[in-house]
């Protein structure tokens, strides 16, 4: 595989230009993706005071209203002005499924006919949204069943928001409630390399963590890259949310056939990049990601080969059983091979816990996530439907 496999192409990154607000076919623009100082620059095209800004952005993150009239503490006149040139969208949910254990999966649609999935995993003292930075993947990892969905583009930040405020409508949660929250971790683990739309999912996440708003706090927020080894340095100052990488291999050769980004940015530079995150302590560890591959990197000379490249990084390893997908070359490992090899990691000291798979039976664990969207011609694309909304 060559590297213009791995990389994205040019076309989907927007990350170097300052785009404008995304805006429907009818002309509206979708307020939600928007930044405090946007929403004020909109609300100054129309000669309203910069803080009407703040009373949309906690109509919209705090109560996640979708619609302008019940805006109570503004004027009849400007809700209707607003609805006219605005609008505060969601994706359509094209299914939801639940697993037998309380997982819940949802396949949401944008308004371009692409789709995505995110999935919500229940747990006793947390509830994490596993949410999707790009329809499709770029990376090909061969044990991943996004990366056999071509990378169709990057999400935009409305639509990594979005992916929350579901949740939170599905859950109930608007307000936030003190305590019982169902949705307090955010993983950006679904769909797609988020340090491939860096700048799209930067902005989504202030959004997410500012405390005016949804106000998730950045301890509970994790990226996930499978390795963009340059990016690391800029996540961690910019956003210095917890970092967890898909390591997966501890030799070049093995890590280039299971994950081909290995191949531009090798194992040492992108554990160089980690020893470089900053805040990284033993308080915020790094979270090193391992599928275990029956037969492939599941031996006790691959857990010791481990402990000697993780050697100084503050670092816990996740130890996860392969979760099959159709047509998949890969087998998970025996329960023995994932204790044995915990054991190893756990005895010199490392955080090890083996993970339960989580909706296997609606292929809602990780790796198995993909949806039916499809890269189009922009000459046949069709026209964007607007979203449909759910009230609040």
């Not at 359509?92 to 692409?114: E, F, M, N, V, Y």
């Not at 194992?267 to 029956?294: D, Q, W």
């Amino acid at each position: 595989m060559n590297d213009t496999a791995i990389t994205p192409p040019p076309a989907l990154d927007a990350g170097k230009v300052e785009l404008p607000p995304p805006v429907l076919p009818d002309g509206r623009v979708n307020f939600v993706g928007l930044t405090r100082e946007e929403l004020a620059a909109e609300f100054a095209k129309l000669g309203e005071p910069a803080f009407r800004a703040k009373q949309l952005w906690q109509w919209i993150y705090v109560r996640g209203l979708t619609s302008f009239d019940a805006m109570t503490d503004m004027s009849k006149g400007l809700r209707a002005k607003l609805a006219e040139r605005f609008h505060i969208a969601r994706p359509q949910i094209a299914r939801h499924q639940q697993s037998l254990d309380g997982t819940q999966k949802w396949l949401l649609r944008q308004a371009d006919g692409q789709e995505i999935e995110c999935v919500h995993i229940p747990e006793e003292d947390r509830g994490t949204l596993c949410v999707s930075s790009q329809v499709g993947c770029t990376l090909s990892c061969k044990f991943c069943h996004t990366g056999t969905q071509r990378l169709v583009r990057n999400l935009e930040p409305a639509e990594i928001v979005e992916q929350v405020l579901i949740a939170r409508d599905v859950f109930g949660e608007w307000p936030a409630p003190d305590a019982g929250r169902k949705l307090t971790n955010i993983v950006m683990m679904g769909m797609g390399e988020p340090l491939f739309n860096y700048d799209n999912v930067a902005k989504a996440l202030k959004i997410i963590m500012n405390g005016d708003g949804i106000a998730v706090s950045r301890r509970k927020i994790t990226l996930s890259t499978s390795g963009v080894a340059p990016m690391i340095r800029r996540c961690g100052a910019e956003l210095g949310v917890m970092l967890a990488v898909s390591l997966h291999a501890v030799t070049d050769e093995l890590r280039d056939r299971l994950v081909p980004l290995n191949r531009k940015y090798p194992i040492a530079e992108l554990l160089a990049a980690c020893r470089g995150y900053p805040g990284v302590s033993n308080a915020r560890r790094i979270t090193f990601e391992y599928v275990m591959l029956k037969g492939v990197n599941d031996s006790p000379a691959d857990a010791r080969e481990l402990l000697r490249l993780l050697a100084g990084i503050p670092a816990k390893v996740n130890l996860i059983p392969f979760n099959p997908w159709p047509d998949s070359s890969f087998e998970c490992s025996d329960d023995a091979a994932i204790d044995v090899f915990s054991a190893i990691l756990m005895k010199a000291g490392y955080v090890s816990p083996i993970r339960t798979p989580r909706g296997r039976d609606i292929m809602a664990a990780c790796g198995q996530l993909k949806s039916a969207s499809e890269r189009v011609r922009k000459s046949s694309a069709p026209a964007l439907a607007t979203s449909a909304p759910i009230q609040a």
